[in-house]
């Protein structure tokens, strides 16, 4: 059975720092794995998808990679902002593809 | 384009009372999902359909109920309302997987927020 955990579950850092948030999964059977971003009492916005047969993505000051064999993915941002605030979520959806499982999610907090 | 739409987006209900929350998505995207999100948590599969008249359970199914008379929509019902079903419901859609240039990418709803009193 697919298990995803994030750590930590929640984050705080000065506006301007880089950071790294994680994700594990326990099956390197996956189809894709999707960040996203949520606000509080809001839906999920995509922030981006990485294919199985991907290492990285990039969009803006977000970059997200990666690592099959050893289960694991990360989201990078660079140059926080007090507007990155919001908790992300890790998804990963299955080999066969019906089913996308989620991780507990990463609360970050970035202090102006 | 509206995407995936969600009503209501807010329900109080008092225990043993019955209410569906609709779903409905433009896209023409097959699968279909419904997700519960408890606070602090992640999102719970609820219910799936891949298609017209095609659906399946997730994680969590005891105490709704589903149906997909159309691609477009997909509600979800909740016949005897409990404490334990208060949370936030999200609905979901992506297309199949079939053609090799689909990327799989989930879209979601703006979530309905139900209260069981």
């Known amino acids: 059975k697919q298990e995803v955990t994030q750590i930590p579950a929640a984050l705080s850092v000065p506006e301007g720092e880089n950071l790294v948030l994680n994700c594990s999964f326990t099956?390197?059977?996956?189809?894709?794995l999707q960040w996203f971003r949520q606000d509080p009492g809001k839906g999920l916005t995509s922030l981006l998808l990485i294919q199985s047969s991907q290492r990285e993505q990039t969009s803006g000051r977000l970059n997200a990679s990666l690592d099959k064999s050893s289960g694991r993915s990360t989201l990078y941002i660079a140059a926080s902002q007090p507007g990155d605030s919001a908790t992300y979520l890790c998804?990963?959806?299955?080999?066969?593809?019906?089913?996308?499982?989620f991780g507990a999610g990463t609360r970050l907090f970035v202090k102006a | 384009n509206a995407g995936v739409t969600q009503t209501p987006k807010f329900r109080i209900l008092k225990i043993g009372q019955s209410m569906t929350l609709q779903c409905a998505q433009d896209?023409?995207?097959?699968?279909m999902y419904w997700y519960r999100q408890d606070p602090g948590m992640g999102l719970k599969l609820i219910y799936y359909s891949v298609g017209a008249g095609i659906t399946d359970k997730g994680e969590v199914p005891n105490g709704y109920n589903v149906s997909r008379s159309t691609t477009e929509d997909f509600p979800l019902r909740l016949e005897l309302a409990a404490p334990s079903q208060t949370s936030v419901y999200f609905c979901?859609?992506?297309?199949?997987?079939?053609?090799?240039?689909?990327?799989?990418?989930?879209?979601f709803g703006e979530g309905s927020r139900l209260t069981v009193l």
């Open positions: 896209m023409n995207h097959n699968y």
């Open positions: 998804a990963v959806r299955e080999t066969g593809g019906f089913k996308t499982i």
């Open positions: 979901a859609s992506s297309y199949s997987l079939v053609s090799q240039r689909n990327t799989g990418e989930l879209f």
């Open positions: 099956d390197s059977a996956i189809y894709n």
